[in-house]
């Protein structure tokens, strides 16, 4: 009976505490902006994350596309000298786009963290991994910045924060999910995410159609203009009297 | 076009107009105008003096440039429609182009493409397609590079300065010439100069078709090199007529590419080939200031480096071990 009354009672309290940590002290995050447009011009954008984490923990924002499976060819030696691709290897529940922003104070090596590129691993094979890691990070679809996300001082229980993020230019029109953990002595304490989503707009938007939806015309299209400018340049040189 | 419509702020200093951007809808990446324009200034003063597409140099400079592989072969092929129409016309008017010898070796090559494509099923299946493309690629390119090579630098040596191309052909007959002679269907090609069986051309132009299949190139480089040692065309209409036939095989490339994979990437066409079209027609005017022989010994030059970078490439240790799967 005691120990019936004693449980329901430590539960409540949990229950209670939680509740007060999710109104006063918890984990969220706003984005902005929420939308990212790709037009004509785009070249990247600047992502920036404001959001409050408990007071004593530290923010980590990811930005991460939806889990696929990839497929790539793997390098290996013919005859003992010669690299070519030798074979295929698959990788499960990849995103293809992971963006890691750290405040810099802590020493960890985000790459190898389970927070960082470690927690999308799951059963794929150590070597090839890592070169994917590399692959990504060279193109510029994994990386991890560290000291982008500053803070302002505790008040009430919250951790206000600001980060900046670069989006890269070879992001997919899609919907991306951008997550604050809040980090205490290397575990996650708590999680608030957003969703960002990437649209094509303008002239991109109507070729990107164009290419799928009529993609036969489309390619007698790029052809007919490609020779136009040919012929176009061709009239010009002439009448700018290029001797023969 | 972006900085017309934004004139307070587009483009107000050159530092500006150098980092100009454009976003690419299929290849999904932006890439700096400048550059690609540049870059397509480049091949296509190639191909006007050499008679070849260029997409040797072009795909791997794009994959640099954070192109996808396959996007990067199937806009090259546009933009090489536009580069050889410009360079065609060109070489047309100087009367460089064989067009009954273009048009056989255009219908040999397109049989030879649809052998070639079989070929790849059969050695992929085998499962050492990329082995057999690597190693015919150097022992084709560092064949043909050599052997220009030196016969040019050896007739340059030979000759005096005055004698052409074509009167080196009829002195000494070779088993080769005298096969040539037995052939049936012999006919005059008057722009070439030459009298062959109609069958020659076309064989060839399978022969060549099944390699650029195979190779993943448009064919150019082979085409050229035929055309002169096997056809034993003069240089000059060599290549006008090669450019002749590269226009349609790439025409071809583009259609398929864009109906059957959504490759060809329209904005990134357009920008290589306002430098690829321009570039053509200084090259045609570079190519005619050059002697036969002197074309040969660059032309050779240019294949042999293509072959020794394929070299590194095949021995030194990459950086990443992993490649995105669709590309060569």
Redesign the interface.
Same mark, same amino acid.
């Given at each position: 009976m005691n120990k019936i009354a004693t449980t329901c009672l430590l539960g409540l309290a949990a229950l209670l505490l939680a509740a007060s940590l999710a109104l006063a002290a918890g984990t969220d995050l706003t984005i902005r902006p929420n939308l990212v447009t790709? %037009?004509? $011009?785009?070249?990247?954008a600047q992502l920036t994350v404001t959001g409050h984490v408990p007071e004593g923990d530290s923010a980590v924002i990811r930005l991460m596309g939806e889990p696929q499976h990839r497929?790539?060819?793997?390098?290996?030696k013919?005859l003992g000298?010669?690299?070519?691709?030798?074979k295929?290897?698959e990788l499960r529940g990849v995103p293809d786009v992971f963006l890691m922003g750290t405040d810099g104070v802590a020493q960890v090596n985000w790459e190898h963290s389970d927070l960082g590129f470690q927690s999308i691993k799951g059963d794929a094979d150590d070597?090839?991994f890592d070169?994917?890691i590399?692959?990504m990070e060279?193109?510029?679809f994994y990386e991890v910045e560290n000291g982008v996300v500053a803070y302002e001082p505790a008040d009430n229980g919250e951790r206000p924060f600001k980060a900046t993020l670069a989006i890269p230019?070879?992001?997919?029109q899609g919907v991306y999910r951008v997550e604050v953990l809040a980090v205490k002595d290397g575990r996650v304490a708590d999680v608030a995410a957003r969703e960002l989503h990437t649209r094509?707009t303008g002239?991109?938007?109507f070729?990107?159609a164009f290419?799928?939806d009529h993609?036969?015309l489309?390619?007698?299209?790029?052809?007919i203009?490609?020779?136009l400018? %040919?012929?176009?340049? $061709?009239l010009i040189?002439?009448e700018r009297g %290029?001797v023969? | 076009?972006?900085a017309r419509r934004d004139p307070e702020k587009g483009m107000q200093t050159v530092e500006e107009f150098l980092m100009f951007?454009?976003?690419?809808?299929?290849a999904?990446?932006?890439v700096n105008v400048f550059l690609v324009f540049a870059l397509g200034g480049f091949v296509g003063l190639l191909s006007g003096i050499f008679g070849v597409g260029g997409g040797f140099l072009m795909t791997p400079l794009l994959i640099m440039f954070?192109i996808p592989p396959t996007v990067a072969a199937a806009s090259d092929s546009?933009?090489i *429609?536009?580069?050889?129409?410009?360079?065609?016309?060109?070489h047309y =008017?100087?009367g460089n182009v064989d067009f009954k010898m273009g048009f056989l070796l255009l219908i040999g090559g397109v049989l030879g493409g649809f052998a070639g494509v079989q070929v790849i099923k059969v050695l992929r299946a085998m499962g050492?397609a990329?082995?057999l493309i690597?190693i015919t690629y150097v022992l084709m390119l560092g064949g043909v590079g050599a052997y220009m090579f030196l016969e040019s630098v050896q007739s340059l040596r030979k000759k005096a300065p005055e004698a052409s191309a074509t009167a080196a052909a009829p002195k000494k007959k070779s088993r080769y010439a005298a096969m040539m002679e037995a052939l049936p269907l012999q006919t005059d090609f008057v722009k070439s100069g030459v009298r062959l069986s109609m069958l020659m051309p076309l064989l060839l132009g399978v022969m060549v078709g099944i390699l650029a299949a195979i190779m993943g190139v448009g064919g150019g480089f082979i085409m050229v090199p035929i055309m002169v040692y096997l056809l034993r065309m003069p240089m000059h209409v060599v290549v006008g007529t090669s450019l002749f036939q590269i226009l349609f095989t790439c025409?071809n490339v583009?259609?398929?590419?864009?109906?059957?994979n959504?490759t *060809?990437d329209?904005?990134l066409? *357009?920008l290589l080939?306002?430098g690829s079209?321009?570039g053509?027609?200084f090259g045609t =005017?570079i190519s005619r200031k050059l002697k036969g022989e002197q074309l040969k010994i660059l032309l050779a030059s240019l294949v042999l480096v293509v072959m020794v970078k394929m070299l590194l490439?095949?021995?030194?240790?990459?950086? *990443?071990?992993?490649?995105?799967?669709g590309?060569h």
């Open positions: 790709i %037009g004509t $011009s785009f070249n990247g497929t790539f060819r793997q390098k290996g013919a000298v010669l690299w070519m691709n030798l295929t290897v070597l090839i070169e994917f590399k692959l060279r193109d510029g230019s070879a992001m997919h094509l002239l991109p938007e070729l990107s290419a799928f993609s036969l489309y390619g007698v299209a790029a052809v203009i490609a020779i400018a %040919g012929l176009a340049m $061709s040189f002439k %290029g023969h | 076009m972006e951007h454009m976003y690419l809808p299929i999904g990446n932006s954070g546009n933009q *429609v536009g580069a050889s129409t410009s360079g065609c016309l060109a =008017r100087l050492n990329d082995f690597n025409i583009t259609i398929l590419q864009s109906y059957t959504h *060809v329209f904005v066409a *357009v080939l306002l079209t321009l053509a027609q =005017r490439n095949l021995l030194l240790t990459p950086d *990443v071990l992993l490649a995105y799967a590309g």
